[in-house]
C-alpha cells in the first residue's frame, strides 16, 4: 500500500530550501567583445519550482508550501523536510532540492484526488519510500553522466563523494522534473507489446543541468515486481542513501533520445562500459 501511495504521487515533489536562493550564473558564453574593458555578460539559469513552472527567486512573494492539515484528515503529521542530496540546477552551489514532509505529501495526494484509502499512519513510510526512490534515480542519473559527460565528471567525482552524501559543487544538477505517469516511454511499450514485460507503475522526465550549461533529458520507468517485496523495517521505512532497503522497485533510468549523442551513448557507450565493469 505505501509503494501505490508513492506512486500515485506522480512527482518527487521537492522545493529548494531557503527560498531557493539566487540563480546561478553561468560562464561567459561567446567570444570578447570589442571593449576589453566590457565586462562579459553571464547567462542566468532559469529556477523551476515542483510544478516545473519557471519561477523569480528575485520577487518577494515567494510559493509557500501548503503544510497545514487537510479538512478530511483525522491525525496529526509531520510538517519536517529533509533535505536531499541532488543538487538543484540553476541556484546557488550549496542548494540542494527538499523533499516534502509527510503533511505536504498527503496534501499532494488529495489536491490530485490519489488518497482513495490512505491512511495517514503510513505517511511516514511512503515519504521515505519516496525520498529513498529518488535519491537511487539520481545515483543512477550519475552513472550516465560519467559516461555521458566525463569531462564535466559527475557530482560525486568531483566532490569525492562516494557514499551519496550532498554534492552541491561542479557537476550535472537537478534543474526540473515531470512526472508523466500516464505516458508510457517508447522502451517501456516495446517491453511490453513485444517481450511481454510488464508495465510501469510510473513515469519521470527529469532535466539535468552540465556545468557547461547543456541540459540533458533523461527518462526514468518505474517498476514494481511483488516477488521481490520485504516486510522488514528496514524495507518499510528505509534510510534516504540505503540502496538495497527497496528490492520491490527497480528504476530503469536512461537519457531521452533527443539526438545523435544519446543514441550512441544508449547504444554503444554505456553497453560497453558495463561490459569491461563486469
Known amino acids: 500500500a505505501t509503494a501505490t501511495a508513492a506512486a500515485a ?6 522545493e529548494s530550501s531557503g527560498g531557493g536562493g539566487c540563480p546561478v550564473r553561468a560562464g561567459p558564453g561567446g567570444g570578447d567583445g570589442g571593449d576589453r574593458n566590457q565586462k562579459k555578460e553571464k547567462k542566468k539559469v532559469q529556477q523551476y519550482n515542483v510544478y516545473s513552472e519557471p519561477i523569480d527567486p528575485s520577487n518577494m ?4 508550501a501548503n503544510q497545514l492539515p487537510g479538512p478530511s484528515q483525522s491525525a496529526e503529521l509531520s510538517t519536517t523536510r529533509v533535505k536531499s542530496t541532488i543538487p538543484k540546477g540553476g541556484a546557488d552551489a550549496d542548494v540542494t532540492w527538499t523533499y ?9 495526494l488529495a489536491r490530485k484526488g490519489k488518497l482513495h484509502d490512505t491512511d495517514e499512519g503510513v505517511m511516514d513510510s511512503v515519504v521515505a519510500l519516496h ?18 559527460d566525463p569531462a564535466g565528471g559527475s557530482a560525486e567525482e568531483t566532490n ?18 515531470m512526472g508523466r505517469p500516464s505516458d508510457l516511454s517508447p522502451k ?16 519521470h522526465d527529469w532535466t539535468v543541468l552540465r556545468p557547461d550549461g547543456t541540459e540533458v533529458r533523461y527518462v526514468i520507468d518505474y517498476y514494481h515486481d511483488e ?30 533520445l533527443d539526438g545523435p ?18
Do not use: C
Not at 61 to 64: D, H
Not at 188 to 202: Q, S, T, Y
Open 131 to 148: 525520498n529513498n526512490m529518488n535519491e537511487k534515480t539520481w545515483a543512477k542519473v550519475l552513472e550516465w553522466e560519467a559516461v555521458s
Open 9 to 14: 504521487a506522480a512527482e518527487p515533489s521537492s
Open 227 to 256: 516477488t521481490r517485496a520485504r516486510e522488514d523495517a528496514e524495507s518499510a521505512v528505509p534510510k534516504l542513501q540505503d540502496r538495497d532497503a527497496i528490492q520491490s522497485i527497480l528504476v530503469d533510468v536512461r537519457p531521452a
Open 61 to 64: 512573494m515567494p510559493a509557500v
Open 188 to 203: 517501456a511499450r516495446f517491453k511490453n507489446w513485444v517481450l511481454g514485460h510488464p508495465l510501469p507503475f510510473d513515469r
Open 160 to 177: 569525492g563523494n562516494g557514499n551519496g552524501g550532498p554534492n552541491p559543487g561542479p557537476g550535472p544538477k537537478l534543474l526540473k522534473f
Open 261 to 278: 549523442k544519446q543514441l550512441v551513448d544508449r547504444v554503444l557507450t554505456m553497453p560497453y562500459r558495463r561490459r569491461r565493469a563486469g
Open 100 to 108: 516534502p514532509s509527510p503533511q505536504m505529501f498527503y496534501n499532494s
